[in-house]
């Protein structure tokens, strides 16, 4: 979803002062806004499918082993390095337990050890590709992108020069395998899937 003139009556977005439109329009929408590769990117309020897949992956990371320090959170952004302007927020992230201590909105993506981003039935290819590019940008090791319009997950590792070099593809039904430092075998098998998309 892109701003349109005749939807916004605000300050017009150009490199600059893209933070400061992202925050206006949520706030005069509600929508969730972030910046990714310098285009503002809005997101609708999910639907309650999308939540149900965010609430169940929570619980099973929370119930796991992580390792010491490392905490599960929603509703936090990350910047992509050297650009503040810049930055996404995930459905969920693992982030070191010192972030519930810290003052600032935006953690580093260095801390992230994982973040998750569960595809809205309205998303576009274009819009998935280009955020997994930014996650590899920011070098964030471990991207989960679980989609619920065909009921597939989508496991990426090895930030390298702007992309992931590794991509172990799932349904759900099948645990995803989440590496070192996590070491936890994520179940989809109660994942949701949006409308008639068909179970494995």
Do not use: C
Not at 36 to 46: A, F, N, Q
Not at 97 to 111: G, M, P
């Amino acid at each position: 979803m892109s701003v349109s003139s005749g939807t916004w009556n605000g300050p017009r977005p150009r490199r600059g002062n893209l933070r400061e439109v992202a925050e206006k329009i949520e706030e005069a929408t509600g929508l969730r806004v972030q910046i990714v590769g310098g285009k503002l990117v809005m997101s609708p309020t999910p639907r309650g499918k999308h939540a149900g897949v965010v609430k169940r992956l929570r619980r099973q990371l929370e119930g796991a082993s992580l390792p010491d320090g490392l905490g599960v959170y929603e509703v936090s952004s990350i910047a992509l390095p050297d650009d503040p302007d810049d930055y996404v927020t995930p459905d969920l992230i693992v982030l070191p337990e010192e972030w519930e201590e810290d003052d600032s909105w935006l953690a580093a993506s260095e801390d992230a050890a994982l973040a998750v981003e569960v595809i809205s039935s309205s998303e576009k290819s274009r819009d998935i590709r280009d955020k997994a590019d930014w996650y590899a940008v920011a070098r964030v090791p471990l991207l989960l992108v679980i989609d619920p319009r065909n009921a597939t997950w989508a496991l990426h590792s090895g930030p390298d020069n702007g992309a992931y070099q590794d991509v172990l593809p799932g349904k759900f039904g099948e645990p995803v395998p989440l590496p070192e430092p996590l070491r936890v075998d994520v179940a989809t098998g109660d994942f949701p899937a949006y409308g008639e998309a068909r179970r494995p």
